[in-house]
């Protein structure tokens, strides 16, 4: 039988840059090519340079609804996080935040940090869905809030949280939201207007944009005042120091500019995708799907399984790449936080495989993933002792 080729299922840790993208970025780099800084106002290569970011700012204002003034380019969603929830806390001596459980550790990890500070944090928890309880929320918001933080698109999950909703709720508490829309971004729609969100974060890698650029989007009507955490030059309106990155900002532009073209066929065709895996996977007894299927986002699938061991599922894998858990915890063995708030054990959590869908996957992928995820749970089920 001919060897097949191996097929990346793990466009939720990062996706292949798209060749348009590439091509881009390309023409950015070299003397011949768009590489000038974009803050030398003396030359021409400069004012090309700064047109070019100026283009790159309108395709991302595009696909967030935020407006060109309230976008601050950044190195990712890490440092958007950052920005925002160390850059709203600037602004008070001390107070309460409210996030999830299931947030990624971009924003877990600086409400530690703030909690180190005084600040008091409460994480809610998701119903077995995955999603968060309104009525908890509101319940949970008290005269010192000034911050909720919820994630648009889980990453290891792919559930879809109602970020509009939660904008109404917090808008109506007269409470700042900051939404992380790193796993939202190019396959949902997205207007941080029209959700009543005041902070935003994006990057470009998770839908094939190059990684380390991204942006956080500040509310400016009325304007809200947030705190920086790098001096410098004062680019971009002093809250990111930092000359700008005209290929990496180009790449996220042009990734941009093709997901507005290719969202409303992509999506439903990567959905269908994923729905003929988990229908093939079904199949097999003891297999648990972790998440909402209707609150979800079109690539993702996350499985447990049950009977085999957490580290030998992942590593039995032949033909496919996807990870275990998430790709930013799966360096340890700790048991996904996100599996565990959604209520299953440590070993389920172990025992879990997220399959991610993109726009270079095909349907024959689909059935190349199917027998060799069969193939590893049989094996392992014969090796387990009963
Ligand atoms: C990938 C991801 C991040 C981190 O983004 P980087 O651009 O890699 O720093 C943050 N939040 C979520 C939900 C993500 O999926």
Not at 216 to 235: D, E, N, Q, S, T
Not at 236 to 256: D, I, K, M, N, Y
Not at 279 to 289: A, D, K, P, R
Request: net charge negative; hydrophobic share 45%; charged share 20%.
């Amino acid at each position: 039988m001919a060897e097949l080729a191996p097929v990346y299922l793990d466009n939720a840790a990062t996706t292949p840059v798209d060749p348009q993208v590439a091509a881009a970025m390309g023409a950015c780099l070299t003397l011949d090519g768009n590489f000038a800084n974009p803050a030398s106002h003396t030359h021409h290569w400069g004012l090309a340079a700064a047109d070019t970011v100026e283009q790159a700012r309108s395709e991302v204002s595009q696909l967030t609804g935020a407006a060109i003034e309230e976008i601050v380019f950044t190195s990712g969603a890490t440092e958007a996080n950052n920005l925002a929830l160390l850059g709203v806390a600037q602004r008070y001596e001390t107070g309460h935040m409210i996030s999830v459980a299931t947030e990624h550790k971009a924003v877990l990890d600086p409400l530690v940090a703030l909690r180190k500070q005084g600040w008091r944090i409460d994480l809610l928890p998701v119903d077995a869905d995955g999603r968060v309880n309104l009525q908890q929320l509101e319940d949970t918001i008290c005269d010192d809030t000034k911050l909720i933080s919820v994630m648009h698109v889980n990453n290891e999950i792919g559930v879809v949280q109602d970020v509009a909703a939660i904008g109404a709720l917090a808008r109506e508490r007269g409470v700042l939201l900051h939404v992380d829309a790193a796993q939202s971004i190019g396959k949902l729609p997205l207007d941080m207007h029209a959700q009543q969100i005041d902070l935003l974060s994006v990057c470009a890698h998770k839908f094939h944009g190059p990684k380390g650029i991204g942006a956080l989007c500040v509310r400016r009507r009325p304007p809200l005042r947030i705190g920086a955490l790098m001096f410098g030059g004062g680019h971009e309106r002093g809250l990111r120091s930092g000359t700008l990155p005209t290929h990496q900002l180009v790449g996220f532009g042009e990734a941009c500019r093709l997901a507005r073209a290719t969202m409303a066929t992509d999506m439903p065709r990567i959905a269908a995708m994923r729905d003929a895996l988990w229908s093939e996977l079904q199949q097999l007894s003891g297999v648990l799907l972790n998440g909402s299927l209707e609150h979800r986002v079109a690539g993702n699938l996350n499985i447990c399984v049950d009977g085999v061991e957490g580290e030998s599922l992942v590593t039995a894998l032949r033909q496919i790449g996807v990870s275990s858990g998430s790709a930013c915890t799966s360096a340890s063995l700790e048991p996904s936080h996100v599996l565990r708030a959604l209520g299953r054990s440590a070993e389920q959590s172990q025992a879990s495989l997220r399959i991610s869908f993109g726009r270079f996957n095909s349907e024959s992928d689909v059935s190349v993933a199917a027998a060799d995820i069969s193939q590893a749970v049989r094996r392992l089920r014969a090796m387990a002792p009963a």
